[in-house]
């Protein structure tokens, strides 16, 4: 019996080491597709050249890349800063399938490289799609990024214009509580770049009912109150700022600088100036 037995176990032994020499030396089709994985959550982890280099070794040696693939590759390539490599996926997603690539690649190229011309054809390609309905790209109304990159592009006007038809479309397919405190925000940005400190302070208003801890928004609204003579509540404002912003509340990503974020240098630096 156990003669048999060391036979079956040393049979086994056998067929498995045979088995990882064949996967390991011919490297069949589930090698690469394994690999890729490897890669992937090797990047995920820290490991951001050895991923690559995985990575890059099965797409070349895989028959068939889906557009879902190299958009998953690329937001890692994002998140890790390797711009180039999350373009060149994001190309190749692009290009297989738009409908469904479009919205993330106009959305990363608005966030992540502030290149707004480029960002409105790929948000336009996108909206295209559904002319009868205003999607979302990430978790943006696709009309307030369009508005920001009007708004990056200096066309103050045209950014107000997607602004309010941003809140629009959210208050007609749900509330005024669906509306996220960042598109208040940035209407009253935009106003106060027109100048007209007034209208700018309603929507600061507006952000910090929608979010009391808003320290950007008690920043900026200073500022407004006091380009509109209203110098006391001006500088208690921005000392509201700094006082929330001291205490970690300030709107912010992981991975990109938000538009019109704050600093605490930059209010205590504001402040110390108004003050001499």
Same mark, same amino acid.
């Given at each position: 019996m156990i003669k048999w037995l060391k036979r079956i176990l040393g049979g086994i032994f056998t067929i498995l080491v045979l088995a990882i020499a064949l996967f390991v030396i011919v490297k069949p089709q589930p090698y690469y597709i394994l690999k890729l994985l490897v890669g992937s959550q090797s990047q995920w982890f820290g490991y951001d050249g050895e991923g690559n280099e995985m990575i890059e070794e099965a797409l070349d040696n895989s028959p068939f890349v889906s557009a879902s693939q190299y958009h998953s590759i690329s937001v890692q390539n994002t998140k890790n800063g390797n711009y180039d490599k999350a373009i060149e996926y994001l190309n190749k997603a692009s290009e297989m399938e738009p409908e469904n690539a479009d919205d993330y690649y106009g959305w990363v190229l608005l966030y992540y490289y502030r290149d707004y011309n480029k960002a409105l054809t790929y948000l336009n390609r996108y909206d295209s799609y559904t002319p009868d309905y205003v999607d979302y790209v990430s978790d943006d109304n696709i009309l307030y990024a369009k508005g920001l990159c009007y708004k990056g592009l200096k066309n103050y006007s045209k950014a107000l214009e997607l602004f309010d038809l941003a809140i629009e479309s959210e208050l007609t397919d749900h509330d005024e509580n669906w $509306?996220?405190?960042?598109?208040?925000?940035?209407?009253?940005?935009?106003?106060?770049?027109?100048?007209?400190?007034?209208?700018?302070?309603?929507?600061?208003?507006?952000? $910090?009912d929608s979010w009391e801890r808003s320290s950007e928004s008690f920043y900026y609204k200073g500022l407004a109150q006091l380009a509109a003579n209203d110098t006391t509540n001006g500088l208690e404002s921005i000392q509201t700022a700094l006082d929330l912003i001291k205490k970690g509340h300030k709107t912010s990503d992981s991975y990109v600088e938000l538009f019109d974020e704050v600093y605490l240098q930059q209010i205590e630096r504001s402040l110390s100036e108004l003050k001499q």
């Open positions: $509306i996220s405190h960042q598109l208040y925000y940035q209407k009253a940005r935009t106003l106060q770049l027109l100048n007209k400190p007034e209208e700018a302070i309603i929507f600061y208003d507006k952000t $910090i």
